[in-house]
């Protein structure tokens, strides 16, 4: 990583305005406040992580008995605990390690989300076609707010009030749901599965929240760095014109 990139990593503002955020805020805080001093972040990004993975196993295995439906709940709980209160504990403690955190935390939020996405897939609740499109826009999403957060400083954690919480909360709503019955009856369209319904919506606020956070700051950096007027008609120079013969 350059000098230039490891700075912009280590200054961005986290940005996060979800529903939950300022509560959630002030109670990791005092959760880090008394954890042990032998747990660090890593042992809570391991958890957090160990924890998606069984999110993803137990919606798999919903095909083979409703009853792993009722774990999912503990094991999203488990996740929130881990991958919410590592960063936290890190400041709390004065211990943090900007690129390191920066690049583990993505990392395994990427794993994490294959991982919940294939167990969904195999679950028999959503259409694997559908488990596969929240994945890829998913990660596009993630893509755009990563090189948004090298670009800009500014790493947002939320769109419209509705962060990772608000998504786990979904999650576990959505798997007590199902553990009764996977099917859901709306007006005018009839009975159909929880799940796909879900997915539908949620890939349109996603397709959504990429097209206008990459609007939005295409926007700000070219208002932030625009075409130098002189520049724009300047003649090109002597390296400019050997790529262009080179590519006539």
């Not at 979904?170 to 007590?176: D, P, Q, T």
Request: charged letters at 15%.
């Amino acid at each position: 990583m350059s000098d230039v990139s490891a700075s912009a990593v280590a200054r961005h503002i986290r940005d996060h305005r979800s529903v939950t955020a300022a509560a959630e805020r002030r109670l990791l805080i005092a959760i880090a406040r008394r954890l042990p001093r032998f747990i660090n972040s890593d042992h809570l990004s391991a958890l957090g992580l160990a924890a998606i993975m069984a999110t993803g196993a137990l919606f798999a295995l919903i095909d083979v008995t409703p009853w792993a439906a009722y774990a999912i709940p503990l094991a999203l709980a488990l996740n929130w605990f881990g991958d919410s209160l590592d960063g936290t504990l890190a400041r709390v403690r004065n211990h943090q390690r900007p690129r390191y955190g920066y690049y583990v935390d993505h990392v395994i939020d990427i794993a994490g989300t294959s991982a919940l996405m294939g167990g969904l897939a195999l679950s028999g609740i959503i259409n694997p076609i559908l488990a596969l499109a929240l994945l890829s826009v998913y990660l596009l999403l993630c893509a755009e707010s990563y090189l948004s957060t090298h670009a800009s400083g500014v790493f947002k954690m939320s769109f419209m009030g509705f962060g990772p919480t608000e998504l786990r909360l979904v999650l576990i709503a959505g798997a007590l749901k199902v553990a009764v019955s996977p099917f859901v009856m709306l007006p005018m369209i009839g009975t159909q599965r929880l799940f796909d319904v879900g997915a539908v919506v949620a890939l349109v606020g996603m397709g959504g929240a990429f097209l206008i956070s990459a609007a939005r700051t295409t926007r700000h950096l070219y208002e932030a760095e625009p075409i130098p007027a002189a520049a724009a008609h300047s003649m090109p120079s002597k390296d400019e014109r050997s790529v262009e013969e080179c590519v006539a």
